[in-house]
């Protein structure tokens, strides 16, 4: 009994991700089309992109994979396709963290959210210079 639970959990997540996969690969055409169709040119698709940072002094050498880089009026910016109503919302704080990550990388304040549910591309700009502190 025990063993035959153990096979068919494993084989329905395997299911799982193929359609988490399948689904992942239908939007980012989905979103190929609604960035040419917003006057976008896509200059990069699933681009590597390497970075380093110190943790206790040490060089940590670590990769980001943009979905999109697109070029619109002379501006670059990353493009970021989600699917799904929780995951497509920059309120959801795994979503804002992965923009913000792009943005520092990449050096810019300026992404592109690409919702595939609704069919909607989200200028976000963070504010990533003048943030003040208050001391208390």
């Known amino acids: 009994g025990l063993f035959v639970f153990y096979y068919l959990a494993k084989f329905i997540r395997r299911l799982l991700l193929a359609w988490r996969f ?17 006057g976008y040119r896509i200059l990069a698709e699933q681009e590597e992109v390497n970075f ?5 002094h040490k060089v940590i050498r670590q990769k980001i ?10 501006q670059i910016y990353v493009a970021e396709v989600k699917t799904g109503e929780v995951a497509a919302d920059i309120r959801n ?17 300026e992404v592109l959210l ?22 208390k």
């Open 22 to 38: 399948s689904r992942a690969r239908r939007g980012e055409t989905q979103a190929r089309k609604l960035l040419k169709k917003h």
């Open 52 to 56: 380093t940072y110190l943790l206790d």
């Open 65 to 74: 994979v943009l979905d999109f880089r697109v070029e619109r009026d002379g």
């Open 93 to 109: 704080s795994a979503t804002r963290r992965q923009l913000l990550e792009y943005a520092v990388v990449t050096g810019t304040t």
């Open 114 to 135: 690409i919702d595939i549910e609704k069919g909607k591309i989200s200028h976000i700009e963070f504010a990533l210079r003048g943030i003040h502190f208050a001391h």
